[in-house]
T-cell receptor, first 115, second 112 residues
């Protein structure tokens, strides 16, 4: 039973296309996150939702739109994909937002390649 | 920015040796966590240390926190080939911030 799952694992697409990545957690957590890890392994938070409400939005272009239909799901839609969007995107969840008091559980990642 | 920075960027050792990696950050924190990332995988939590703690242990892992120097260290004793991975620190600024900041990680290679 995977705690945090993401689909797809790999995504190869052309510049200008629109794509979505899905994330689900079965841990009963209140908080979910999207991170972007670049080719130098720098991991940066993009968004966080707590109980379906957006609480973190870190200077991400508005081509990126997260959606949380319920506490267990957080999807990421990307419009008009650019070369610079190529990266590994990680979904994560934690019990709640409480500033680092709880473990974050990460999904396996989605490797996005924009051609 | 709050960004943590791990040092060294890369570390190569022999099985059985100890590995020490460091994390420095810029502003006061509430909590600091260490994570491991195996190649092609997601991050896995190792240890959480709070700002009022100085040292924590978990199996072969020892984490220290020096808030006066704004730094933390992760020591892996008696390393094994399976410890080969990247290690990241994550910090949360004090004052109620719930924005985690990760460094770029230390890439550890343990040769059998």
């Amino acid at each position: 039973d995977t705690a945090v799952s993401q689909t797809p694992k790999y995504l190869v697409t052309q510049m200008g296309n629109d794509k979505s990545i899905k994330c689900e957690q079965n841990l009963g957590h209140d908080t979910m996150y999207w991170y972007k890890q670049d080719s130098k392994k720098f991991l940066k938070i993009m968004f966080s939702y707590n109980n379906k409400e957006l609480i973190i939005n870190e200077t991400v272009p508005n081509r990126f739109s997260p959606k949380s239909p319920d506490k267990a799901h957080l999807n990421l839609h990307i419009n008009s994909l650019e070369l610079g969007d190529s990266a590994v995107y990680f979904c994560a969840s934690s019990q709640d937002v409480a500033g680092g008091r709880h473990t974050q559980y990460f999904g396996p990642g989605t490797r996005l390649t924009v051609l | 920015s709050q960004q943590g920075e791990e040092d060294p960027q890369a570390l190569s050792i022999q099985e059985g040796e100890n590995a020490t990696m460091n994390c420095s950050y810029k502003t006061s924190i509430n909590n600091l966590q260490w994570y491991r990332q195996n190649s092609g995988r997601g991050l896995v939590h190792l240890i959480l240390i709070r700002s009022n703690e100085r040292e924590k242990h978990s199996g072969r892992l020892r984490v220290t926190l020096d808030t006066s120097k704004k730094s933390s260290s992760l020591l892996i004793t008696a390393s094994r080939a399976a410890d080969t991975a990247s290690y990241f620190c994550a910090t949360w600024a004090s004052g109620g911030s719930y924005i985690p900041t990760f460094g770029r990680g230390t890439s550890l290679i343990v040769h059998p």
